[in-house]
């Protein structure tokens, strides 16, 4: 009997070094990893910082155990994420969570990290980027620490602003939190094929 591969979409989804939400937000991914493992394949790219970000939210081991493809950013060209993205490997790139530095650093076109890189170049191929800014908005947040205390931070009017002119950008798609994404996520899902 010959078994049949079934062609899989594929999404790369970076982490930058941002832990705001970031238990939120591989519960998501892995529940949406779930929801659509007919249909999808998601690769999982960390960058340095989010790689001792998650090691500090001990949540490092459990990414690896849920998603087969996890890798650790070299520098901004390795692995050649870019090149995949432009090249139509990737459906669309994910950047969840986004760190205030990086939503800077796509906003002012400034590419020296690999999701920063990747970002920009999957924009000027027309592959649409994906992303959650964790200082979304002008605002007093709350966020959860390792030890389960919270920490009280302000989101301050010029990392908001960042975000406004990200959501101005064409074929960026902004989400302000993980259920917006996943709402979005499921509703693509209903439309594409590969």
Avoid at 56 to 81: A, H, I
């Amino acid at each position: 009997m010959v078994e049949v591969k079934i062609k899989k979409c594929k999404i790369a989804w970076g982490i930058t070094g941002a832990g705001d939400k970031i238990e939120e937000i591989i519960n998501t991914m892995k529940e949406l990893k779930k929801q659509s493992e007919n249909s999808v394949e998601i690769h999982v790219y960390v960058s340095k910082a989010a790689e001792i970000m998650l090691k500090f939210y001990r949540l490092d081991e459990e990414l690896r155990k849920s998603f087969s493809k996890v890798t650790v950013e070299s520098n901004s060209n390795s692995p050649f994420l870019a090149g995949m993205v432009q090249s139509g490997k990737y459906e669309f790139l994910l950047i969840m969570p986004a760190s205030s530095n990086t939503v800077a650093k796509i906003v002012n076109s400034i590419s020296d990290t690999l999701l920063t890189n990747s970002a920009l170049m999957a924009l000027k191929a027309f592959v649409p980027v994906w992303i959650m800014p964790v200082d979304f908005k002008e605002s007093i947040i709350y966020t959860k620490l390792p030890n389960g205390k919270e920490m009280k931070l302000r989101v301050r009017k010029e990392e908001a602003d960042q975000v406004r002119k990200l959501e101005a950008m064409e074929d960026m798609h902004v989400f302000e939190n993980p259920e917006r994404l996943r709402e979005s996520f499921l509703e693509w899902l209903k439309t594409v094929k590969c």
